[in-house]
């Protein structure tokens, strides 16, 4: 079937690749002309505006957006202006699902139909196909369902889940229309909030791998500082690019991002040169937020996100508080970098 | 080769017949000698002792213990008593790796050489492979290269990491020598601990997908309850089962224990029957404990291990605690099951 | 100075008990006529709508409201409709500060004054006067000085601050003009945030105290239980009615939360008849959301949050899935309630 | 009555004075003779030696250790050698519980007595008293009452909790018998698992003030960096020394934490200096081992714990291993300090 594609970035041009490859038609568009160009040299419709772009779709027109989450309310509306009622807007992005929630409410005062659709897949996505969250109207996700199933990854050599019988359903292979309008990002937004927690666990237990040797680096403290309890138990000297590879295999933790893990580590087993300054996209708060907002524990999810704000020391004055609480307490001053334990000086509380 | 093996449970009956599969030969003893004739009668040779299990082994003999972590001590003991120096005993079962310091420092006094392996795969291990977390002397764990070399998965069909290239490492093929004594049942620890945060952070996203309806169940709140500040934004009805099996398709997070989510709600979609009481191993709370003592933070780890505690209400007297004191400063009484939140009422604090 | 309260509740009522003791002039209303009735013979002059109410009052006005959130809005508005410009309103209610940005700014357009008053106090203030927590323009503020000062609990007999010298400051008399609109609240939010944190440490630390006798109730669990690994440590039966009442003196963590906690378990030292599920008011939620909002690691007070929200089994669908995927990997059947740890039959991982 | 003290930092030296003053008879040794002879021009008896010092005391002769918990055993050993039976020891110090109860039983065997002392109150303990919590036999802590009473800061002007009549408790006081040897320095390792909660509770508290103008500070940002999603609720400008000031009156956090943050906040209202590396002793990592043990959800103070430790950027590998995997799924770049979300150019995940 015929799409339109606004929005050229590397997931927007891997997904038309993915579209055309299996036969569908498909009307590019970018604020970068080059962008357009080089999907038209691979067999692309090229459109120099949105209202071009439209011009070039039959309806009912499906317009697909894949861009900035913080610019998709604007192109979506200038993007409804051109179209008619009965065609569809998607958005792919990454976008807040309450944006998705009162978006799709304004359109359908003009006709137009909301699609949301929560992607993942990262950079393998054009090999692997992407994991699409739908939500939307039934009778929109119908008329895309061809292109839903050419962009996900298909059954794959994934086994079967026990249980399931007969005709593949869309979840096996890799698209799933979640629930109304706001859905798909709903889903995509707890899978990352998930991601988040999984990283977290893997990256925690790395990290007391790559300290198990505290016992034997114990040598070095100074006489000052207090010793390890009991140092005999952390003499190993774990090498984790081993271990994450190990896992990969047969472990009950084996996923596709330990997969990464192993791969990172190869690629720089000391992870040398990295500041270890997490970023940390929307969804990750959301998810938090909206499990405090029903009222649901997501201590794992939270810490998880909590951390990755730590690791950018958003948690700076905080810690100073402490030290200046202590300092007025005890007496206690700061020690400098690479003590760990209080000096064995009688500490008042 | 030749290898023993002491305790004929489903792990330890599955590493036989995987053994006998690749042509070693195996003496097995089980304190149930049916279990022992059932294994006979795939091919190994029965034992109705200890000792008669060691008589059968060629110095220098190897003894794999398969039993609970309870037991190993006393087992392992006995074994020791009627080994010579030179032989090897395995403890692969669930330990404390304290344990394996202690232990193999012990046995070490005695001439007896001890490996501890921590041992990964649940009852898919047969045919899928154990993936084998190895501690011991080198000399040792050279020895019984062999018999780990075929109780691992192998390489199979699991993609190479980018970057290795040349002979497989043992790692890519399942098993790893971790370090000495105690760094293979360390580094299954810190697996399992692991492990729990991955599960947590699904448990908890698929909590909030279920609760994603609350602003449609609020309308059967009283009057009483503070209603959802957004309900508009809560009117999902999200079928868990689908979005696990469709997060098995190309997402960031695909998983075995997705998989084994998938698979769960595939045979029991509503989970009606579980009460929640999830129990929890030694490893998770070891791997907690490990970080404490290392002084590495571990929020995500030691929050999963903390929510197993409270599904079993280990929680109680603390909630009781704080109902007590809302009780004392503001006169909360509390509400029955099903309110979420405070009752419009002017509440003190 | 003269003031209206609308809404005489426990807090209402005992706010004009305070500013009438203190010679203002106190206008009150409320739904309930008998509660108006009753302030009336204590010398507040009564008023039968909020018409009448502000009838009796000389411009500028300040009617202040002690109402439930969920109603401050319609009631302000009604207020505000038979109001001039110039006047006050005050909102001393429990309202997130989001409706005061909004409210403050639609009200401004009329000229009314909006002033947001968080108000910390619980049943005693009525003796000990009540923590204020103000935000609004400076000339509002200042006008309303007089009562927030008879408010206030004073300096008291608690001790100066040291390095804290000359005249008394508005927040050492207990009230704090914390600034512009919304940041009252804003700061009472957050003190409610904290108020958390602080309950559920001192309810983590007595419940550690309530199990410190797990090794001497170890001898009751079945011998199918896996022990607690160092029963000799746990075998304290503490009181944790006295430790609460000695930890009041001299000790580091001394607090009036504590002193509150004495009292609870001084009252019902087992807390029989609390089913401890503790409800959450939404300060709580709503500064986990702040936190996250800016980008700030608040994981002790998340964690305090999720604690009360798992206490009423929010948590409860996490913990089938949890159970589920046990079953499923493990074979592992959930355990009834009363068991700690795994049976010491092998566990697959 | 007598009492010999060996350790005459500030808390030993300060708890001679409080003793003295009551007509208490003091020996004192300290390994710095400057420390002993400063205390014998204040009146207590000068020893040179534990030898000496035990000399100069009747049987049943009493000596309270206050040095460091890694010098205890050893100086414990020594003053054993010299006692004869029915003496007892007392540890003032920070020992691990585990400590009292090994030791405890080791001195019996000898018949020396063994009393294990938690002791709050930092450097205002000579003028306040000291919140004393004791473990060990019930014939010799009753020997040892007068001086418990004396250090103890007593009943004060600390209000009596309601439902408490007739004569004052001892723990009404400030001290208590808390149970068998270890049970004090248990109930203190709680005290002080707690105090980190609490002290967390306040730090993050007042890090959300110290961000609320996060809204402000959004302007400087670059356009590159996706703004806060309602900076209009952020533009609060908070004086957090004033805040801590006003919340010691009449809130419900009111607390002596809270009383040494607002002199904190008074001495240092930047907390300019501070690097915010928060030190941790022994009793918060022994608290949260304590919970894992007998399986009671801290969540709360094991995120305390937690967040010392990544103040001190223990999480450093940890957060590299999270960067690392970022650019592997995403190829995302980390950002340079200050940026707080990901760029608006599309995120794969």
């Known amino acids: 079937m015929q799409v339109g594609m606004v929005g050229l970035g590397r997931m927007g041009a891997n997904i038309v690749r993915r579209l055309m490859r299996d036969g569908h038609d498909c009307v590019v568009f970018d604020v970068n002309p080059a962008s357009v160009g080089a999907l038209a040299t691979e067999g692309a419709t090229a459109s120099d505006s949105l209202a071009d772009l439209v011009s ?16 998709t309310g604007t192109v979506a509306d200038e993007v ?14 990454n976008s807040n699902y309450h944006d998705d929630v009162r978006r799709a409410a304004a359109m359908k005062q003009d006709g137009i139909r909301y699609v949301d659709i929560g992607t993942s897949g990262g950079v393998f996505g054009l090999e692997r196909g992407y994991c ?5 109207p039934d009778e929109a996700v119908e008329v ?19 249980g399931r019988e007969g005709d593949l359903a869309p979840e096996e292979l890799g698209y799933l229309h979640c629930g109304p309008s706001g859905a798909g990002h709903f889903v995509k937004m707890v899978h990352n909030g998930i991601e988040y927690g999984v990283m ?23 006489a000052e500082v207090a010793p390890l309890e009991e140092p005999e138990f952390y003499r190993f000297d774990i090498d984790t690019r081993k271990v994450a590879e190990l896992w990969r295999r047969g472990s009950v933790i084996s996923s596709w991002l330990l997969d990464l893990t192993a791969a990172a580590l190869q690629a720089n087993p000391t992870l040398d040169g990295l500041a270890g300054r997490v970023s940390d996209s929307g969804e990750g708060r959301w998810t938090v937020k909206a499990a405090v907002d029903v009222g649901v524990p997501a201590p794992v999810l939270a810490a998880s996100l909590f951390e990755r704000f730590a690791s950018r020391d958003e948690d700076h004055f905080a810690n100073q508080v402490l030290s200046a609480m202590r300092l007025q307490f005890g007496g206690h001053q700061e020690r400098p970098a690479g003590d760990v334990l209080e000096a064995g000086g009688r500490k008042a509380d």
């Open 56 to 71: 070039k779709l039959q309806a009912p027109r499906v317009v697909w957006l894949m861009i900035p989450a913080g610019l």
């Open 80 to 93: 409804a202006a051109v179209l008619e009622p009965g065609d569809i807007i998607i958005d792919g992005g």
């Open 132 to 136: 699409l969250m739908v939500g939307g």
């Open 144 to 162: 895309i369902d061809p292109i839903l199933r050419t962009i996900a990854p298909g059954a794959g050599d994934i086994g079967r889940t026990p």
């Open 200 to 222: 977290a666990a893997l990256a925690e237990g790395l990290n007391i791998l790559h300290n198990a040797d505290a016992g034997i680096r114990e040598a070095d403290h100074s």
